[in-house]
């Protein structure tokens, strides 16, 4: 006697037909007659059962019902732009070198870039099983942004943007900006240079041989070495500066710092300092030098405004220049036009030259077609480069001008020494003999000393 067995699995969503005919036949009714006393209505294979009929052949968990499963959707997912930890490492450049000063500590961002989206929780679909019973999927779970200082989600909610440049942290699970960055290190092997959009306060000594660009104000709690600086707000060293004549600092605000020695610093707002030595010192505000030495030995100091220092030179003669009544962009570009000038007149001189000589062959008919054509274009050359000196020289005699005519700037000291010479716009005054409790200014087109 023929065998009709149906199997559902343990998860209902599939039925299974096993036949043993013994030599009869099977038809389509005593199969769904054998699924229908065992529940099974949903998702039956009617192509299946009938060709397993035509086959009329026993089979061993055939599959003939197959439910829909329900699928659980997915849960909410963050995508973070950068991981929460920052490894520092070398940059390798194109050539193979490795750059040990580019050592990508922080993570800099840029105001409205993305630094996290979120990909949507998915809903659920129910599913079914063999024997008709709904099975309820669940919905994915949602999750929130969790984000600090500086950031903010769009519209939608889909993804967190900076709404500043700065550095990208991860704190307590939350992401954030912060538009200072702080090395509690130093600046040196360990951090590379540094470049960034913000205030930057380094705990710490800046190395020889490093760099650090700052769009806001840059404190240094420690001492500055061999470095190259720019803060293009207010700056701040609290151990000074030993520049080792491989210093150059450039400050777009006022910059307070304990001593400069060997360095090139230009400000832009005012400088206070302990002492200076020795060193280029370019600024567009006031210059103060007090503390406990006070005193400007050496190299050369520009002000605009003033210069107030305890004592200007040194009783062992150390030559010392004192610039007054100007201000750095009107030197930087007569400086710049000089050495420009300079060199288009020697230009012009071989462009003259190389002309006789042209001119010479013409005469003689042995000049080339080629030789010709670069005549024409010498003579265009002199032509521009005639003018170019014109307008830069009548530059320079204008800025001159300006300069003899500056009579703002003074110096203000209780002892300058001999060997000093002071200079406001274009007049000069040079130190012979030790002077006391004087103020150098300009009156009647010569500089005199007022004592205080």
């Known amino acids: 006697?023929?065998?009709?067995?149906?199997?559902?699995?343990d998860d209902y969503y599939k039925a299974y037909l096993s036949l043993r005919l013994h030599g009869e036949s099977v038809g389509p009714e005593e199969i769904y007659e054998a699924l229908k006393k065992k529940h099974v209505v949903y998702g039956i294979d009617d192509e299946v059962i009938s060709a397993l009929c035509e086959l009329n052949e026993d089979v061993l968990d055939e599959l003939v019902a197959e439910g829909q499963p329900h699928i659980h959707g997915i849960d909410c997912e963050i995508v973070y732009t950068y991981e929460a930890g920052v490894h520092s490492h070398p940059t390798i450049l194109e050539d193979g070198t490795?750059?040990?000063?580019?050592?990508?500590?922080?993570?800099?961002?840029?105001?409205?870039?993305?630094?996290?989206t979120k990909i949507p929780a998915t809903e659920g679909i129910d599913g079914m099983t063999?024997?008709?019973?709904?099975?309820?999927?669940?919905?994915?779970?949602?999750?929130?942004?969790s984000f600090g200082e500086n950031i903010e989600p769009d519209s939608e909610g889909r993804v967190l943007?900076?709404?500043?440049?700065?550095?990208y942290k991860?704190?307590?699970g939350k992401i954030l900006v912060q538009n200072y960055m702080e090395l509690d290190n130093g600046v040196g092997v360990e951090t590379g240079n540094i470049n960034f959009k913000g205030d930057i306060v380094v705990n710490g000594n800046v190395c020889s041989g490093y760099r650090i660009d700052c769009d806001g104000n840059l404190t240094i709690n420690g001492l500055v070495e061999g470095a190259n600086l720019i803060s293009a707000g207010d700056l701040t060293i609290t151990k000074g500066v030993s520049g080792h004549n491989d210093c150059r600092i450039e400050c777009g605000?006022?910059?307070v710092v304990k001593y400069i020695d060997n360095a090139?610093?230009?400000v832009k707002g005012n400088l206070e300092a302990g002492e200076i030595l020795n060193s280029k010192v370019f600024c567009d505000g006031q210059v103060i030098v007090k503390g406990k030495k006070g005193h400007i030995i050496g190299g050369e100091i520009t002000a605009r405004y003033a210069i107030d220092a305890t004592t200007i030179g040194s009783r062992l003669g150390v030559i010392t220049l004192i610039n007054l009544g100007v201000d750095i962009d009107s030197?930087?570009?007569?400086?710049?036009?000089?050495?420009?000038?300079?060199?288009?007149?020697e230009t012009v001189r071989r462009l003259k030259q190389f002309i006789a000589i042209l001119n010479a062959k013409e005469k003689k008919e042995i000049i080339t077609d080629s030789e010709v054509e670069t005549l024409k274009k010498c003579y265009e050359s002199l032509e521009q480069m005639t003018y170019m000196i014109k307008e830069k020289t009548s530059r320079f005699k204008h800025l001159r001008e300006i300069l003899l005519k500056a009579q703002k700037g003074q110096l203000k000291t209780e002892t300058i020494y001999p060997d000093t010479l002071v200079k406001i716009g274009m007049h000069s005054y040079f130190i012979d003999e030790a002077i006391l409790r004087s103020i150098l200014k300009k009156s009647d087109d010569q500089i005199v000393a007022i004592g205080f």
């Not at 006697?1 to 699995?9: A, G, N």
């Not at 063999?130 to 942004?145: C, L, M, P, Y």
């Not at 030197?331 to 007149?345: G, P, V």
């Open 331 to 345: 030197i930087k570009e007569l400086r710049s036009l000089k050495e420009e000038i300079a060199e288009e007149q």
């Open 98 to 116: 490795v750059d040990f000063k580019s050592m990508n500590l922080f993570q800099k961002v840029s105001s409205g870039q993305v630094l996290a």
């Open 1 to 9: 006697m023929k065998e009709i067995d149906v199997y559902i699995s």
């Open 130 to 145: 063999v024997t008709g019973k709904s099975i309820r999927a669940k919905n994915g779970k949602d999750k929130q942004f």
């Open 170 to 172: 991860v704190e307590n």
């Open 161 to 167: 943007k900076a709404t500043s440049d700065g550095i």
């Open 253 to 255: 605000g006022n910059f």
């Open 264 to 266: 090139e610093v230009c």
